[in-house]
């Protein structure tokens, strides 16, 4: 079995400072963590992911993320935050026990409201 | 470009209504998904699909109903047993082998049930 836990459902900075969204997650096997983010009435888009090489992850936009085994967290940050970033991001837990994406478990979302 | 196409945008639904939503992908990716979401509750998996007609419930699918005829169509219908049918819905794709599998998603249909 496996969970996520995204730990503010909204989180507000102002711009230019940094962001830092909160990720927990459990799993049985060995997993696959990504970042996505929705903007209004959209779809998701993948920000990163986390695939058991370098534990710190680069994504687009200036997103990073860093996999921490030991605290169970997969925390996404930015050094300085834009207006265009707010959204909503998910936080999402892959458990890897066979193909497919039908194994991904969704955090529940977390708001960025950036301030001007 | 390659990509997701979910039809149409908005759409509303009278009570007792089925509806069917359109789900399009020119990524040859050979797996499908449907995914609801509501605020606040992330996105639950309704149904998915690996291969061509064959598809596998996901954690929510009483009330829906998809077919898969063809590789780049998985059009999902919302039948009038569906009793709280106002949602987001997002279709995705994906390779369906190996492990590290991200799912890449449609715009959305947004259903309303008037």
């Known amino acids: 079995a496996q969970s996520v836990t995204q730990l503010d459902s909204h989180v507000s900075v102002s711009e230019g400072t940094p962001v830092l969204l909160r990720c927990n997650y459990s799993?049985?096997?060995?997993?696959?963590l990504f970042w996505y983010v929705q903007h209004p009435n959209k779809g998701l888009q993948l920000l990163l992911k986390y695939t058991s090489a370098a534990t710190l992850v680069k994504g687009i936009n200036g997103f990073e993320a860093e996999f921490k085994k030991s605290e169970t967290s997969f925390h996404l940050t930015k050094p300085s935050a834009h207006m265009s970033d707010a959204a909503e991001y998910f936080c999402?837990?892959?458990?890897?026990?066979?193909?497919?994406?039908?194994?991904?478990?969704f955090g529940k979302g977390t708001h960025l409201i950036i301030q001007p | 470009d390659g990509g997701i196409t979910q039809s149409p945008k908005y759409l509303f639904r009278k009570e007792g209504q089925n509806v069917t939503l359109s789900c399009e992908q020119n990524?040859?990716?050979?797996?499908m998904y449907w995914y609801r979401q509501d605020p606040g509750q992330g996105l639950r998996l309704i149904y998915y699909?690996?291969?061509?007609?064959?598809?596998q419930k996901g954690d929510i699918a009483e009330g829906y109903s998809v077919s898969r005829e063809k590789k780049e169509s998985f059009p999902l219908t919302v039948t009038s047993a569906q009793k709280n049918p106002t949602a987001f819905y997002l279709c995705?794709?994906?390779?369906?082998?190996?492990?590290?599998?991200?799912?890449?998603f449609g715009q959305g249909t947004r259903l309303t049930v008037v």
């Open positions: 799993s049985s096997y060995s997993p696959s």
């Open positions: 995705a794709s994906s390779i369906v082998t190996g492990p590290n599998t991200e799912a890449f």
């Open positions: 990524l040859n990716h050979d797996a």
């Open positions: 999402v837990v892959s458990d890897n026990s066979g193909g497919g994406a039908d194994g991904l478990t």
């Open positions: 699909s690996q291969i061509v007609n064959d598809f």
